[in-house]
């Protein structure tokens, strides 16, 4: 039962936080409870949201407050720490989105499954862990983080070309302490890590159990699954039933890790991972565009004279979108934005696009765009990347569906930027690629 709390109502106040660069800024926090009704009977649940000063382009960090004779409930909208995650924060885009409609959505969340429950008696907690988790909590300017990572620690699983590439990449990288390389019984892309154990990698452990997975920051899966079917509908749903049998597990083992999809097709392979692990949006994300998002800038930047940051969208198909940043190329100081679409940003795009063709995705190309996403993750970089996410509610899109869409990426995981007006023809795009999507994940078995 569902502890009873004060009279509903809040207060604000301005906050001075230290930011990661070692700036401060005025946040607003605001202080309040929520009406939360459960079987048959009313309670207030205490709450509390910082509003960042880029608010309210960006989302409310929302977080329980629970009492000393609180517990939370850990669960899809709650982490065990009182994070909350809901689909108006992953999808949040100003003016749509506002703290009255996310506030309706949480008391409608919590009144089916209530987060927080009276500590028994019996629990030897610390009662003011909780709080005290809370009121040390450091604020950057994607949001909340905590330290609980001694060490910076990756697995790959899927032991193929791509898992090797992978493995290399990410060592290269640099900010990776430990990396696990698994092979999966059942996948097709085997055949690396007999090599791995022979030359002895430094970091580099090699296992066929899960376990030595467990307190990952990151996930990486690149593994597809064996099928000698004829349909691809049949291929698919071959990589969906094995990964009912790892995902889960995976995040069992690391419940605070961002998993990092690359197995085909990638964007119903993320979808399947965020629905078999249960775990919010924000957490888990596909390579997706990545790749070709930094082959636009690069071209951008050195042929065209551009120094405008770019990113491909949509699909990873041949209904991927170009659109155009409103910021130059290293502006870190400034929050990227989609820049809306003119009558000269089109041409000069088709123009870039048009010299990325043949350039095909091999192997260790996407490695190195694995390497770069996991970095931007372990080091929280706050580094925007195209990468497979949760498309509801961006750009009117109402369907469940996964595409790649700029995100801002740190060690809490993805969050998106804000919506933008396409043209008609890069607008078509996208529809088609929603419709072929939820298409084939009608007829999968996830």
Known sequence: MVNHGSQSGSNTEDTVKAFSDGTQKDLLKLIGNIPVK???????????????DSFPFTPPICLLRPSTNMVIREGKHVDAR???????????????????GLLAEMISQFEEEPPLGTKSTGDNRDPNELLAFVSNLKINEGGVQHHDHLINKVTVIGGGDLGMASVMSILAKGKVDRLVF?????????????DLEIFNLPKVEVSKDMSASADSSVIVVTANAWSNEQSYVSVVQTNVDM????????VRLSPNAVLLIASQPVDIMTHVAWRQSGLPPSRVIGAG???????????????????????????LSDNKVPVLSNILMGASHQHPEIAPRSKATKPL?????????GRGQRSWSVGLSIADISHSILVDQRKTHSVSTLAQGWGGIGAEVFLSLPCVLGV????RLAGVSLGQEE???LRESVTSLCALLSQLRI
């Open 289 to 315: 565009c990545n790749l070709d998002s930094e082959r636009l800038c690069h071209v951008l930047d050195i042929s065209l004279n551009t120094h405008k940051q770019a990113w491909v969208i949509g699909e």
């Open 82 to 100: 009182g994070r909350i995650y809901l689909p108006s924060l992953h999808n949040w885009d100003h003016p749509k989105s506002s703290v009255v």
């Open 38 to 52: 459960y079987e048959g009977r009313s309670y207030n649940l205490p709450i509390l949201l910082w509003l960042m």
């Open 427 to 429: 607008d078509a795009r």
């Open 412 to 415: 809490s995981g993805s969050i």
């Open 349 to 357: 795009l088709d123009r870039a696009f048009e010299m990325l063709k």
């Open 182 to 194: 698994i092979d999966v019984a059942e996948s097709s892309t085997k055949g690396g890590s007999m």
């Open 243 to 250: 990964y009912r049998g790892i995902i889960p597990g995976l």
